[in-house]
């Protein structure tokens, strides 16, 4: 049976608020932007109702041990998984090595030579359904954007509350610093969320061939050798004015304890349950949001449509990106309402997805699927974003010991004097997603992954494929459809800059033999730029998805918020989590999507002051 929407839209208004059916904030998602949030709206005494499609995995050594993060973005049990594209050319997609396909007999082939019959699926793009959202499968690297990823906001909407400066104050709140003494004017240290760093001391030994390998890595970008021990734990979330140009090893930083226990909005929204007296905060699991309600008496001409609450289907497994979704089930479907807010926070792939099936969104397309249109907002789902990822993979001769290198730097023909990669290293395989991954290359396998920033393309896009809430939306990225050139470039010339480090990694680990981009080359010998770059123009992965419901001025069309989150164009709805960003905030977005979360929930809470006292 299919649910009909349409009939029930009709009916919102008409829906009395049973007591136990009505808050004053309903929070749709739990990870790094909803999840805090709504534990701080609790927390500040508002009766909030979070929603989370997943269940809760707190407890799951899975996910609550932060060194199986592999096997927690390949888990069943909270995976999502999203088939998208890169292109719209159909012959670059079939080039992408990790392609997926469903044979049919209940198992995935991934690659380039399909059996017969089976069915294309695309590129895998997952998701978690969880408690903390993907912050709870993710590998927690936590780095602060660039400074002008968030002056960008300030410029296009004259909101100075988004410098970079005052950005700082939400990480300070949100922060339990581990790993520098106290006091460090950038840094919290009673914050809910932990960070540490890794124990460099491997780097001091100069036999090794990771070493060799970082000494060489710091005369190519500049670096004294003679310091690059030190280097190591040098803290990549400092703040200053010349930190985004500068060049440098750091320490990679993770939201997890000393212990390697795993941080994230889980934790803080299980804190504030533990405190019911306290804190107001309700948690509804294993619930589909399908779209947001709207106060009939404001959807008529003339007046600006009021969000009153959302109408939900309750079960596990509801959505079609569930591996476990048998087909065809659906769950009871109600309506919950809100009495202040309704605070959308999916993520990139599913907060405009909410939005077109409440009729927010581009016109032409909700009405291709009979959504009665509540605002048309032609950026809804539209500036789709993400950091291009690619990596050098290498065999040497010999097993190469060594720690994790991680460096920022800049490569030649960066548009602007801030760095521009984001690079770690070390003896291990990371080439993308896909069932299963990663590969294991074997006891020699060594790779240089890199996060390309500032990405000069956002022409990818979030559409919806029907109007039903259960079914998945088309993604496509568009990777490199604006100024492509000039990004693969860069890429290029991190790799290039790589390979050559690694040829100082000595007896008996030389020679290395390339699998990638240069499959075969021996010695450090490269194929030529252009094999380099076609290699990242079809191969590049990402998993930093940012931009499809965009904070921008009043004069940009795209814009889907303004820069306190409001949805334009309509009452008493705000989208808060990564896919408010305008740019893809530096090269992981997890923490940068936790900070907006505490300003998001410092902006509401304001507005809510401001209310009570005009009452
Ligand atoms: C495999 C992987 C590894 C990553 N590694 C890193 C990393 O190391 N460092 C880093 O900074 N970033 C990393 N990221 C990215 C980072 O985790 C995300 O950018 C971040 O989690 C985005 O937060 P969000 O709140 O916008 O969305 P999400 O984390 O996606 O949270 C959205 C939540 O909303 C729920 N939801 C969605 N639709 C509905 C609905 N209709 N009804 C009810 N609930 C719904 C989802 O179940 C989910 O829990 C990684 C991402 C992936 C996929
Ligand atoms: C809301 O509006 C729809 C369509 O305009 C109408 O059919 C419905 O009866 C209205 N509901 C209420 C409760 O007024
Ligand atoms: C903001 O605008 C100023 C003045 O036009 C400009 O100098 C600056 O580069 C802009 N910053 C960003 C991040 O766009
Ligand atoms: C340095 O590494 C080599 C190779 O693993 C090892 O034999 C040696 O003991 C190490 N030296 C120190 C001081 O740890």
């Given at each position: 049976?299919?649910?009909?929407?349409?009939?029930?839209l009709?009916?919102?208004?008409?829906?009395?608020?049973?007591?136990?059916?009505?808050?004053?904030?309903?929070?749709?998602g739990?990870?790094?932007?909803?999840?805090?949030?709504?534990?701080?709206?609790a927390?500040?005494?508002?009766?909030?109702l979070?929603?989370?499609?997943?269940?809760?995995?707190?407890?799951?050594?899975?996910?609550?041990?932060?060194a199986n993060?592999?096997?927690?973005?390949?888990d069943?049990t909270t995976?999502?998984?999203?088939?998208?594209?890169?292109?719209?050319?159909?012959?670059?997609?079939?080039?992408?090595?990790?392609?997926?396909?469903?044979?049919?007999?209940?198992?995935?082939?991934?690659?380039?030579?399909?059996?017969?019959?089976?069915?294309?699926?695309?590129?895998?793009?997952?998701r978690?359904?969880?408690?903390?959202?993907?912050?709870?499968?993710?590998?927690?690297?936590?780095?602060?954007?660039?400074?002008?990823?968030?002056?960008?906001?300030?410029?296009?909407?004259?909101?100075?509350?988004?410098?970079?400066?005052n950005m700082?104050?939400?990480?300070?709140?949100?922060?339990?610093?581990?790993?520098?003494?106290?006091?460090?004017?950038?840094?919290?240290?009673?914050?809910?969320l932990?960070?540490?760093?890794?124990?460099n001391?491997?780097?001091?030994?100069?036999?090794?061939?990771?070493?060799?390998?970082?000494?060489?890595?710091?005369?190519?970008?500049?670096?004294?050798?003679?310091?690059?021990?030190?280097?190591?734990?040098r803290?990549?979330?400092?703040?200053?004015?010349?930190?985004?140009?500068?060049?440098?090893?750091?320490?990679?930083?993770?939201?997890?304890?000393?212990?390697?226990?795993?941080?994230?909005?889980?934790?803080?929204?299980?804190?504030?349950?533990?405190?019911?007296?306290k804190?107001?905060?309700?948690?509804?699991?294993?619930?589909?949001?399908?779209?947001?309600?709207?106060?009939?008496?404001?959807?008529?001409?003339?007046?600006?449509?009021?969000?009153?609450?959302?109408?939900?289907?309750?079960?596990?497994s509801?959505?079609?990106?569930?591996?476990?979704?048998?087909?065809?089930?659906?769950?009871?479907?109600?309506?919950?309402?809100?009495?202040r807010?309704?605070?959308?926070?999916?993520g990139?792939?599913?907060?405009?997805?909410?939005?077109?099936?409440s009729?927010?969104?581009?016109?032409?397309?909700?009405?291709?699927?009979?959504?009665?249109?509540?605002?048309?907002?032609?950026?809804?789902?539209?500036?789709?974003?993400?950091?291009?990822?690619?990596?050098?993979?290498?065999?040497?001769?010999?097993?190469?010991?060594?720690?994790?290198?991680?460096?920022?730097?800049?490569?030649?023909?960066?548009?602007?004097?801030?760095?521009?990669?984001?690079?770690?290293?070390?003896?291990?395989?990371?080439?993308?997603?896909?069932?299963?991954?990663?590969?294991?290359?074997?006891?020699?396998?060594?790779?240089?992954?890199?996060?390309?920033?500032?990405?000069?393309?956002?022409?990818?896009?979030?559409?919806?494929?029907?109007?039903?809430?259960?079914?998945?939306?088309?993604?496509?990225?568009?990777?490199?459809?604006?100024?492509?050139?000039?990004?693969?470039?860069?890429?290029?010339?991190?790799?290039?800059?790589?390979?050559?480090?690694?040829?100082?990694?000595?007896?008996?680990?030389?020679?290395f033999?390339?699998?990638?981009?240069?499959?075969?080359?021996?010695?450090?010998?490269?194929?030529?730029?252009?094999?380099?770059?076609?290699?990242?123009?079809?191969?590049?992965?990402?998993?930093?998805?940012?931009s499809?419901?965009?904070?921008?001025g009043?004069?940009?069309?795209l814009a889907?918020?303004?820069?306190?989150?409001?949805?334009?164009?309509?009452?008493?709805?705000?989208?808060?989590?990564?896919?408010?960003?305008?740019?893809?905030?530096?090269?992981?977005?997890?923490?940068?999507?936790?900070?907006?979360?505490?300003?998001?929930?410092?902006?509401?809470?304001?507005?809510?002051?401001?209310?009570?006292?005009?009452?």
């Open positions: 049976m299919r649910y009909p929407l349409l009939s029930a009709a009916a919102s208004a008409a829906v009395a608020a049973p007591a136990a059916s009505s808050y004053d904030y309903i929070v749709v739990s990870g790094p932007g909803g999840g805090p949030l709504a534990a701080d709206l927390r500040a005494g508002y009766s909030t979070l929603i989370e499609a997943g269940g809760d995995e707190g407890e799951n050594p899975t996910y609550a041990d932060i993060f592999n096997e927690a973005a390949n069943e995976r999502w998984d999203f088939w998208v594209k890169h292109s719209d050319d159909p012959a670059r997609e079939l080039k992408f090595q990790h392609t997926t396909w469903d044979t049919g007999d209940g198992t995935f082939y991934v690659g380039l030579d399909p059996p017969e019959g089976a069915k294309l699926l695309g590129i895998q793009y997952p978690a359904a969880v408690l903390g959202g993907c912050a709870m499968h993710n590998a927690g690297v936590c780095s602060m954007p660039a400074d002008d990823d968030w002056n960008i906001i300030v410029n296009k909407t004259g909101d100075a509350s988004w410098s970079a400066k700082r104050k939400y990480w300070k709140r949100i922060e339990r610093n581990q790993y520098l003494p106290a006091g460090d004017e950038a840094h919290g240290y009673d914050g809910w932990a960070t540490s760093v890794a124990d001391s491997w780097a001091k030994n100069d036999s090794l061939p990771g070493t060799k390998i970082l000494k060489r890595m710091a005369e190519l970008t500049g670096q004294d050798p003679a310091e690059a021990a030190n280097l190591v734990n803290d990549i979330n400092e703040a200053g004015d010349s930190v985004d140009e500068t060049t440098s090893f750091y320490n990679m930083v993770t939201h997890a304890d000393t212990k390697g226990k795993r941080s994230s909005p889980n934790n803080y929204i299980r804190a504030t349950l533990a405190d019911p007296a804190y107001p905060l309700t948690v509804q699991l294993h619930t589909l949001v399908t779209r947001v309600l709207f106060d009939n008496a404001t959807l008529k001409a003339g007046s600006t449509p009021r969000a009153i609450g959302v109408e939900v289907m309750e079960g596990a509801l959505y079609k990106a569930d591996p476990k979704h048998v087909a065809g089930t659906k769950g009871p479907v109600s309506q919950i309402l809100a009495t807010e309704v605070i959308v926070a999916g990139a792939f599913n907060s405009p997805q909410i939005l077109k099936l009729g927010i969104g581009p016109a032409a397309e909700l009405t291709k699927f009979n959504i009665p249109v509540v605002k048309d907002l032609p950026g809804v789902g539209e500036n789709l974003a993400d950091n291009y990822e690619g990596s050098l993979l290498g065999l040497g001769a010999a097993p190469i010991e060594s720690g994790l290198i991680t460096m920022l730097f800049r490569t030649p023909s960066a548009p602007t004097k801030k760095r521009n990669i984001y690079t770690w290293c070390g003896a291990f395989s990371f080439e993308g997603f896909w069932p299963g991954f990663p590969a294991y290359h074997g006891p020699t396998q060594y790779t240089c992954a890199l996060v390309h920033m500032s990405p000069k393309s956002q022409a990818g896009s979030v559409r919806l494929v029907s109007a039903d809430p259960q079914d998945k939306p088309d993604v496509n990225f568009r990777f490199y459809e604006r100024r492509g050139a000039e990004d693969l470039r860069e890429l290029v010339e991190g790799a290039n800059l790589l390979r050559e480090a690694w040829q100082a990694a000595g007896d008996p680990v030389l020679p033999e390339e699998l990638h981009p240069c499959p075969g080359a021996k010695g450090g010998e490269k194929c030529a730029d252009d094999a380099q770059a076609e290699y990242f123009k079809t191969q590049a992965y990402s998993h930093h998805a940012t499809t419901c965009a904070i921008g009043d004069d940009e069309p889907v918020l303004d820069s306190k989150f409001r949805v334009r164009g309509v009452e008493g709805l705000r989208v808060v989590d990564a896919s408010a960003f305008p740019v893809v905030p530096g090269a992981f977005p997890s923490c940068p999507t936790m900070m907006l979360s505490a300003k998001a929930a410092e902006d509401i809470l304001a507005d809510a002051k401001k209310a009570s006292k005009c009452k």
